[in-house]
């Protein structure tokens, strides 16, 4: 389970996907495939969670890893490798961007 507080030691990783109302479902469940199938055995997974807006637009994806090697290894794989090229075809764009938590509240 996902832990927010500065005094975890971990690497949060935030990523945003932009997509239409259409595809929105299917991205959805290509990330849910992802994270079911693979992402989560991957060693230095800690937890993740996925949020959609209201419009269908938009997906945030919250992951905290041991360590942002691990991160930045599991992306590396083939596996990932190939279910990025699909998750890409589904939306206008993603971004990973790896975070500190400073403070919680």
Known sequence: MTKISKQTQCQTVITTFEMTPGTCQDLLD?????YA?????QPG??????HVNDAQT???????WKRREDFQAMLRTDEMRKRNRVISGLCKSFE??????????
């Open 30 to 34: 290509e990330l849910t495939s992802a």
């Open 37 to 41: 199938e693979f992402i989560s055995s």
């Open 45 to 50: 997974f800690i937890s993740a969670a996925l």
């Open 58 to 64: 938009r997906i945030a994806n919250y992951s905290q």
């Open 96 to 105: 990973p961007v790896m975070y500190d938590v400073v403070e919680g509240f």
